[in-house]
């Protein structure tokens, strides 16, 4: 499957992905093979595609099987929940640096459609994700809700994330995850 760099013409594609993976749609018997929980408008995910450069896919037949977001904080500004974990970002190191808000982007939501998981195709999209912005961070920072038991496994153990601390908001609990742009021996 090809994994690149999206386009406008995909917006469509990963609306679709996205909405079929979001926590309002997810079925309860689905919920632990991971949800999705950001809400984006057309209009930020056309600016995220366009101004930034922001949105990693796999198509298959044109279709969008996957997709992770990247971009810097000063994008995510618009959203609550990436505001605050501006404001607590440096409360948190990962091994010898402190996060800040300019060593440091804001990666995911990533998605995969059902039936590509497992497959290999999540390290690919995540690797390409990550090199797209190795040269201007050295560090990637996200968070993960304490509930995705799947994407918490998938992180930690295929995309060499590293837990540095939780944080509540809005009642619910999230993991704070760092990991280096550039693979290397921390
Ligand atoms: C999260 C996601 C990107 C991971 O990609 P993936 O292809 O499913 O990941 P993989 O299957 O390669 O790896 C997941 C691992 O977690 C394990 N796992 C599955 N469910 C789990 C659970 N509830 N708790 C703990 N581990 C779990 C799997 O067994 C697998 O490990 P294994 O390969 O050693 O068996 C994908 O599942 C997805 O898009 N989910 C819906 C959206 C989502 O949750 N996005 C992340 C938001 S932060």
Redesign the pocket.
């Known amino acids: 499957m090809d994994v690149m760099q999206a386009a406008i013409t995909d917006l469509e594609g990963i609306k679709a992905l996205l909405k079929a ?1 979001h926590a309002d749609n997810v079925k309860e018997e689905d919920r ?5 929980t950001t809400n984006i408008t057309d209009e930020q995910l056309g600016r995220l595609i366009t101004a930034e450069n922001g949105v990693t896919i796999a198509k298959e037949n044109d279709t969008v099987m996957a997709f992770a977001f990247e971009a810097p904080w000063k994008f995510w500004m618009e959203w609550p929940m990436f505001k605050y974990m501006t404001e607590i970002l440096e409360e948190y190191s990962f091994g010898d640096t402190l996060l800040t808000t300019e060593n440091t982007y804001q990666y ?5 459609d059902k039936t ?7 390290e690919k999209v995540f690797d390409f994700s990550l090199a797209m912005m190795k040269d201007r961070y050295p560090v990637m920072a996200t968070f ?2 304490q509930i ?7 992180h930690t ?2 995309a060499g994330m590293t837990e540095v601390g939780k944080f509540d908001f809005n009642g619910n609990h999230y993991y704070m995850m760092a990991c280096d742009t550039v693979r290397s021996a921390k």
């Open positions: 993976n632990a093979d991971g949800f999705v995911g939501p990533i998605c995969l590509v998981r497992g497959t290999g195709l999540f993960i809700n995705n038991g799947r994407s918490y496994a998938a153990r295929k």
